[in-house]
Nanobody
Framework: QVQLVESGGGSVQAGGSLRLSCTTS????????LGWFRQAPGKVREFVAS????????GYSDSVKDRFAISRENAKNTVYLQMNSLKPEDTAVYYC?????????????????WGQGTQVTVST
């Protein structure tokens, strides 16, 4: 069983930046592919970014590509989401998730472990 804890959320003006962190428990962090998802009010949860186990390949949704960057630091059991050029439509609760699948994983159903979420609010 792995527990995920997100941090780094907050309020920022449009055009600003935030870095989210997600720290996990356990000694097998490197065996997980990690993902970030988000859920805006009244909307379904959607894929944001993923970083694979092994070669750390990355993948992004079209809406955040070229603005967000996912990275991982296995020695610290932590995955990051650097968010730049934030827009009001990025406002959501952001969740990190973990799976043993290989490669970039965008399907929510393939993730077995989830954090509690952290709120990101972008104002105009």
């Amino acid at each position: 069983q792995v527990q995920l804890v997100e941090s780094g959320g907050g309020s920022v003006q449009a055009g600003g930046s935030l870095r989210l962190s997600c720290t996990t428990s356990g000694r097998t962090f490197s065996t997980y592919t990690l993902g970030w998802f988000r859920q805006a009010p009244g909307k379904v949860r959607e894929f944001v970014a993923s970083i694979s186990r092994g070669d750390s390949s990355t993948g992004y949704s079209d809406s955040v590509k070229d603005r967000f960057a996912i990275s991982r630091e296995n020695a610290k059991n932590t995955v990051y989401l650097q968010m730049n050029s934030l827009k009001p439509e990025d406002t959501a609760v952001y969740y990190c998730a973990a799976t043993h699948y290989f490669g970039v994983v965008a399907l929510e159903s393939r993730y077995g472990y989830w954090g509690q979420g952290t709120q990101v609010t972008v104002s105009t």
